[in-house]
T-cell receptor, first 115, second 115 residues
């Protein structure tokens, strides 16, 4: 079965510094990987996805993620953090084959950006 | 509509009562999903529709849970004889088509509290 792991419950970073939110995955076939962000009292918002092609994927709000097949990782990055980036971030993998409709989410990482 | 709309946003009910949670997906979105999110966890798959057909209900915890989408648009998730363990955020999402590369668009969720 597909799964993702987010090893950090919380990440703290100062505004203006680069940020990384980690995600590792386990899949039996091709990985279809996604990042979502959840602001307080809001729904999950799509940030970016990796399906195939370039290992560096660019997404919304200046975020990007690097797909690393050998390390089975899909870390979320941003060169310069903003206080407004503070939120809960979820990595997800989509199943394939007959179960393509299922997304498996990590437990989430809370990002705190301090002014 | 502009986004996925869920109602009610908050529902408090007594144990043993039935509840119905509604989801109005983005206009034109073929696929509709229900997820459940416990506090501190990522969303977990419940069920999935393509048009009006329930394609996968393998994530429904037991037979007290059911879902329908009779006209291929609005969906209702019904929980009968609610129990305290049913307390969670219930999230609806929709996507353009049932492919393994598309992202989900989430509503703001319905928070259910069973007393």
């Amino acid at each position: 079965a597909q799964s993702v792991a987010q090893p950090e419950d919380q990440v703290n970073v100062a505004e203006g510094n680069p940020l990384t939110v980690k995600c590792t995955y386990s899949v039996s076939g091709n990985p279809y990987l996604f990042w979502y962000v959840q602001y307080p009292n809001r729904g999950l918002q799509f940030l970016l996805k990796y399906i195939t092609g370039d290992n560096l994927v660019k997404g919304s709000y200046g975020f990007e993620a690097e797909f690393n097949k050998s390390q089975t990782s899909f870390h979320l990055k941003k060169p310069s953090a903003l206080v407004s980036d503070s939120a809960l971030y979820f990595c997800a993998v989509r199943d394939e084959g007959a179960n393509f409709n299922k997304f498996y989410f990590g437990s989430g990482t809370k990002l705190n950006v301090k002014p | 509509g502009a986004g996925v709309s869920q109602s009610p946003r908050y529902k408090v009910t007594k144990r043993g009562q039935d509840v119905a949670l509604r989801c109005d997906p983005i206009s034109g979105h073929v696929s509709l999903y229900w997820y459940r999110q416990a506090l501190g966890q990522g969303p977990e798959f419940l069920t999935y529709f393509n048009y009006e057909a329930q394609q996968d209900k393998s994530g429904l915890p037991n037979d007290r849970f059911s879902a329908e989408r009779p006209e291929g648009s609005i969906s209702t998730l019904t929980i009968q004889r609610t129990e305290q363990r049913d307390s969670a955020m219930y999230r609806c999402a929709s996507s353009l088509a049932g492919t393994n590369t598309g992202e989900l668009f989430f509503g703001e969720g319905s928070r259910l509290t069973v007393l």
